[in-house]
């Protein structure tokens, strides 16, 4: 019986590590976004790719919609699905919100906003879990048999920390720009 016990207790251990194990994998895999899919330093490369399409196919879709002689710029999708008082009710935020990522076609400046504010914020979560990890094979140091020295690993540690920290601070004033750009843009190029 007692041996019975033991390899019970062995089973459901090893089920459970399994299930550990599997888990942290996956919270890699989950998300909307493609940098989301990844735990490399590589994300930064791949969230500044998806943050400038966002932009770049905003702003080709305004330059269409103002080249239709009917609509123009009295095109729906160049305003905001919102008004002031729609944000005085109850949720109004938040429903504007929901409005503007469900409707990936309004490309007026809360909307575009609204939707690179949402992959900003999953993208700092996204940093935030990378520098919380220390997965060896990600910093690049499975490359020899032995393992790697506490030394070394602190060092890339830290220097993908560093490159973390720094890509956080650049990120934010770079949207911050792109996004005053952009609405320059929507006052700007109706009127030319």
Not at 35 to 45: D, G, H, P, S, V
Not at 145 to 165: C, F
């Amino acid at each position: 019986m007692k041996f019975f016990k033991k390899i019970l207790a062995t089973l459901i251990t090893a089920l459970l590590t399994t299930m550990v194990i599997y888990g942290g994998y996956t919270i890699y895999a989950a998300g909307k976004y493609d940098f989301e899919k990844n735990k490399t330093l590589n994300t930064i490369a791949l969230y500044h790719n998806e943050m400038n399409n966002l932009f770049n196919k905003s702003l080709a879709k305004v330059a269409l919609i103002l080249k239709d002689p009917e609509k123009g710029i009295l095109n729906p999708s160049l305003q905001s699905p919102c008004v002031a008082s729609d944000f005085q009710k109850p949720n109004g935020a938040g429903n504007c919100e929901k409005k503007c990522r469900d409707d990936a076609e309004n490309v007026s400046t809360y909307c575009v906003s609204v939707r690179a504010l949402d992959m900003y914020m999953a993208y700092m979560i996204h940093l935030g879990k990378i520098q919380s990890s220390i997965d060896i094979e990600c910093l690049g140091l499975t490359s020899g048999l032995l393992a790697p020295t506490t030394n070394l690993i602190y060092t890339a540690l830290s220097a993908r920390d560093e490159k973390i920290n720094q890509d956080i601070e650049d990120s934010r004033r770079l949207l911050e720009a792109t996004l005053s750009a952009y609405n320059e843009f929507m006052i700007a190029y109706p009127i030319h």
